[in-house]
């Protein structure tokens, strides 16, 4: 093995289910994280603490943190939007807070109703919160900053890479140490993403960042490795394709999970991750859901699965 190695964090709990029309019932919910907690993840987006008028379907979150089965090892992630979500997820019991603003106002607004300088002014007030719990109740929780639409936005266009900078040494100033790079709406392209990435790994150490790709316009996995190449080794993943923002307009899944973990393990870099048992899984969605899902080594299979030759070709 080449030593390669990169970190995927399973966000569909999260991402995949907040924009599905059909309601998934709690013990289904609690059901999958389950099941993606025995196939090798080390870190899993299982719910988000907002406002149940805003996302409906992920309004049981306190419920599926407290009962599901926590693995050893594992980071169980919680979005987080105001300090009144931070003060319900760390009653619940996340290991992480996910703060999210976005880049741009316009999509800040359509998504948390706030300016962006709202959302930094709570995330200030989620940090004072979560230092003084840890003092007081030894609850250690990490926190991670997310930049929503950092390669694009649906509404205001390209983001200046300036402002994406600023915007992760504020986080970075203000002590949350984890940062995530979002393209919500699947607008990055490879040598914009290389670009960044760069820039940002000079503030950030390549085992805090994150990236967070959309396969919108058909370049999710593109943009992974552009990244990756770029020195990037923590990447979002929904499993069967799941996800989007419903404040975005046009918004569709998140790079998919059993193709990313396939791409990494054809091209020699480890994931920790159980792809047949992940394929297996995913292979169950459509039922739960109601749809088809994106996924392509879910229908497609592994490339090592060969088919008997057929017997007129056995025969010639
Ligand atoms: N968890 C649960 N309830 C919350 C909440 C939270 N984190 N934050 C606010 N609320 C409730 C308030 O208690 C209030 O309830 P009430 O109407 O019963 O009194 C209601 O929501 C409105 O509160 P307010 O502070 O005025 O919020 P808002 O309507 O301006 O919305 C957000 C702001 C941030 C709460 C909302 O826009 C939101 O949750 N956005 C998240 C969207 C999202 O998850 N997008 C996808 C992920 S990127
Ligand atoms: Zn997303």
């Known amino acids: 093995m080449s030593g390669e190695r990169m970190i995927v964090q399973e966000v569909s709990p999260r991402d995949g289910l907040q924009i599905e029309p059909t309601w998934v019932p709690t013990e289904e919910k609690i059901a999958l994280i389950d099941s993606l907690s025995e196939l090798g993840f080390s870190r899993i987006e299982a719910g988000s603490f907002v406002s149940p008028k805003?996302?409906?379907?992920?309004?049981?979150?306190?419920?599926v943190f407290s009962r599901i089965a926590r693995k050893p090892g594992v980071v169980y992630v919680a979005l987080i939007p105001n300090l009144?979500?931070?003060?319900?997820?760390?009653?619940?019991?996340?290991?992480?807070?996910?703060l999210v603003m976005s880049a741009s106002q316009a999509h800040n607004r359509a998504n948390m109703r706030m300016r962006c300088e709202e959302s930094l002014s709570a995330f200030s007030g989620i940090v004072e919160m979560t230092a003084q719990a840890k003092q007081t109740r030894q609850a250690a929780v990490s926190l991670n900053?997310?930049?929503?639409?950092?390669?694009?936005?649906?509404?205001?266009?390209?983001?200046?890479e300036d402002r994406v900078l600023s915007l992760v040494r504020q986080y970075r100033e203000m002590g949350i140490q984890g940062i995530t790079l979002a393209?919500?709406?699947?607008?990055?392209?490879p040598r914009q993403v290389a670009t960044l990435v760069k820039q940002v790994l000079d503030i950030v150490p390549a085992a805090a960042l994150t990236l967070h790709f959309h396969n919108t316009r058909g370049l999710g996995l593109v943009n992974v490795m552009a990244a990756y190449e770029a020195g990037a080794r923590r990447f979002d993943a929904s499993l069967g394709g799941l996800g989007g923002c419903p404040f975005a307009p046009g918004a569709s899944g998140n790079v998919c999970t059993e193709d990313l973990v396939n791409l990494c393990h054809e091209t020699g870099i480890e994931t920790g991750i159980d792809l047949p048992a992940l394929i297996r899984l995913s292979r169950k969605l459509p039922a739960l859901l109601g749809h088809d899902v994106p996924s392509q080594v879910a229908k497609a299979g592994l490339a090592t699965e060969l088919h008997p030759v057929p017997v007129r070709a056995a025969a010639a």
Do not use: K
């Open 54 to 63: 805003a996302i409906p379907a992920l309004r049981d979150g306190a419920e």
């Open 84 to 98: 009144q979500g931070a003060q319900r997820a760390l009653q619940a019991g996340a290991d992480e807070l996910n």
């Open 145 to 160: 900053g997310t930049v929503a639409t950092a390669f694009g936005c649906p509404f205001e266009g390209r983001i200046a």
């Open 183 to 189: 393209d919500t709406t699947g607008m990055a392209n």
